[in-house]
């Protein structure tokens, strides 16, 4: 700076016109480098400079002394098509390899297996409190690792409400009940299937004419009772004929002696699920139902402390009813028909009446075989009565919708505080319908982190525009009456149940225990069904149970939790045939999910969801093919077999 500022003016004008002149030079030389290099890389210099020209050599070079031909070909024009479509995301045709393993056929005999309830591996576990009979999943290394077939000649079942009359023989081929229930009106069989004329052991009129019953002292009809549970359901004709009243019933029953009870329950089109009352919770919520029923379903309700009632309180909402016919109610006319003394009946109803009494149920009414007790409607009065009562005492540390694996405590279930005797704990429902769109208690209260009132109306707006792009793609979803059974494996706030209410479908709404908020409180509160479930498991229930099947997020949730394979091939199991399943998920895990599904051979096609082609989350469509097992050998085959082998 002081060597110029010694320059005169015009000196120092023409040093910085001089670099400035130098500058632009270098930069037209590199410019012009550049232009170059980009024709030389295009094939745009002559082929005749093999000096500058240096083709990529193949993995096998050419050996000495041979002459090399290179072809050159002109550049392709710019291609500006989206690459980021889904349907080009995975560009397998049908007929090339799949990618991933291959599950075969599993042996007939697996038809009707149920993984969790085998009966094999029962028999290993306690029969106390029918501990045998809860579930009792396969280890890691006793997976199977194929296909459950269909019985020969299955056949798509009856569309509702035809369906709740009739179910093909092939699909469930078992007459036990058919015999064993002969006089008691529950399943007829007539040619190639079974008829269902409504009854039970306890209503032999008819399950609408004992329904009726039921409703002179419950109101069904004003919307106020929407969800009920059936415990030992047999073939269900309880729940099937509620459904007519807008009540929606979780039916369960063990898988024991009385074959294919729940499977039958499904094959009409009615929600139903293997389950026990032994010694772990069952696998819902508390305060979940609005009515408990059993009829003659076998449970012995005093024994244990009254851990099976005490169970019940759990789950029944505030102001909800138990409803009990047959043994012990009304011993005094029917004991001998029982061939049970008076005296062991008369104590087995002083029990009931005695826990029913310390958990402060009220009996509404007893006619004939049929007694009625109401939950209170908050524990205001009962706490107070505990200076009477000791037992059971009121439960301090467990949270009471914690119920997967949760062992029964023999203690009462505190309702949330409330201010006044005449308030409803945990807060009023809306009767149903309005019910279904109304925002729950749980999240008016704040109970649920991190949902608010906002977020669920925004939850109910998003699932009706996803369903009508489910409709878009799957014309059989769209078709009413086409499905009637389906399964949302992470069911959230129940949207995709509720986004379905105007179709003739049940959706059992199931939220895996590892979600990181339990909703499933929620969704019965909407007046919706559904069951914990951990997706590394098997499901509690039969073998082609569901027409349907969506799975939101669920591998991104079970990533580095357990194999995709075990899931989806439980999905194969439970899943119907010429059935369908919805995958939504992140492109990256659909793509691993889709070369394990080409080893399922089901049929399938990935299209971009509402977020469009530039969105990460894809829709994965899948359809199961219709195959079944082969058909049995005739007896003449069977000879000629055994003939083949004494000959060899």
């Not at 007459?175 to 069989?189: D, I, M, P, S, Y």
Request: charged residues 25%; aromatic residues 10%; neutral net charge.
């Amino acid at each position: 700076m002081r060597i110029l500022s010694n320059l005169p003016h015009h000196a120092i004008t023409f040093k910085t016109k001089q670099i400035k002149l130098y500058s632009l030079a270098g930069t037209a030389i590199l410019c012009s480098l550049f232009y170059l290099l980009g024709i030389y890389n295009h094939g745009g210099l002559s082929t005749t400079s093999s000096s500058l020209h240096h083709p990529s050599l193949p993995c096998n070079p050419t050996p000495p002394n041979t002459t090399t031909t290179i072809h050159l070909t002109a550049p392709k024009p710019l291609d500006f098509t989206s690459r980021h479509s889904a349907e080009l995301l995975l560009p397998l045709p049908p007929s090339s390899p799949a990618r991933g393993p291959h599950f075969p056929p599993c042996d007939p005999k697996f038809a009707d297996y149920t993984p969790c309830e085998d009966v094999e591996r029962s028999l290993r576990f306690d029969r106390d409190r029918n501990i045998y009979r809860e579930r009792h999943c396969p280890a890691k290394g006793e997976v199977l690792k194929c296909r459950i077939p269909a019985p020969f000649g299955y056949t798509t079942p009856f569309r509702w409400p035809a369906s709740r009359e009739a179910a093909w023989y092939a699909n469930v081929p078992y007459k036990h009940l058919t015999v064993e229930k002969a006089g008691q009106n529950w399943v007829r069989f007539e040619g190639d299937r079974f008829k269902f004329p409504g009854g039970g052991t306890m209503f032999s009129r008819g399950a609408d004419a004992y329904i009726d019953e039921i409703g002179k002292v419950i109101n069904l009809g004003d919307g106020s009772v929407r969800t009920a549970i059936d415990t030992g359901c047999g073939v269900a004709s309880w729940g099937a004929y509620l459904l007519a009243r807008n009540v929606l019933t979780m039916s369960f029953a063990p898988r024991d002696t009385h074959e294919a009870q729940v499977q039958f329950a499904l094959e009409r089109g009615v929600p139903a699920i293997i389950g026990v009352l032994a010694s772990i919770r069952l696998p819902y919520p508390s305060r979940a139902f609005d009515m408990a029923h059993c009829s003659r379903c076998l449970i012995p309700w005093g024994l244990n402390d009254g851990a099976y009632l005490i169970e019940l309180d759990r789950i029944l909402r505030p102001g909800g009813y138990w409803i009990l016919s047959g043994p012990p109610i009304n011993w005094e006319r029917h004991w001998k028909g029982w061939r049970r003394t008076k005296e062991d009946l008369k104590a087995e109803q002083d029990v009931i009446e005695d826990i029913a009494r310390r958990m402060c149920w009220k009996k509404l009414v007893q006619r004939g075989e049929l007694a009625i007790w109401q939950k209170p409607t908050n524990h205001i009065h009962c706490k107070k009565n505990r200076n009477v009562f000791k037992e059971p005492r009121f439960c301090q540390a467990q949270d009471p919708d914690v119920a997967w694996y949760t062992k029964m405590e023999t203690c009462l279930t505190p309702l949330p505080e409330v201010s006044d005797i005449k308030d409803i704990a945990g807060g009023q429902l809306a009767k149903w319908p309005e019910r279904l769109t109304a925002i729950p208690p749980r999240i008016l209260s704040g109970s649920l982190p991190g949902i608010t009132a906002e977020d669920f109306g925004n939850d109910a707006e998003q699932w009706k525009k996803r369903l009508s792009t489910y409709k878009a793609y799957d014309y059989q979803l769209a078709e009413k009456g086409r499905y009637r059974n389906l399964l949302d494996m992470n069911s959230h706030l129940g949207g995709f149940a509720a986004a379905l209410i105007d179709d003739p479908v049940w959706v059992m709404n199931a939220v895996p225990v590892e979600a990181k908020v339990n909703t499933l409180g929620v969704i019965y509160e909407r007046g919706l069904l559904g069951t914990y479930q951990n997706w590394c498991e098997a499901m509690s229930t039969y073998p082609r149970t569901y027409d349907f099947i969506h799975a939101d997020s669920i591998f991104s949730l079970y990533k580095d939790r357990c194999d995709a394979e075990d899931i989806l091939l439980e999905m194969d199991r439970i899943l119907r045939p010429l059935g369908s399943i919805i995958i939504r998920d992140d492109v990256d895990i659909l793509s691993d999910i889709k070369s394990i599904v080409d080893g399922l051979q089901w049929e399938t096609r990935m299209v971009d969801g509402e977020g469009g082609p530039h969105a990460r989350e894809k829709l994965l469509f899948a359809a199961k093919l219709y195959w079944t097992s082969p058909a049995p050998a005739s007896a003449d085959q069977n000879q000629q077999a055994a003939e083949s082998i004494t000959a060899s």
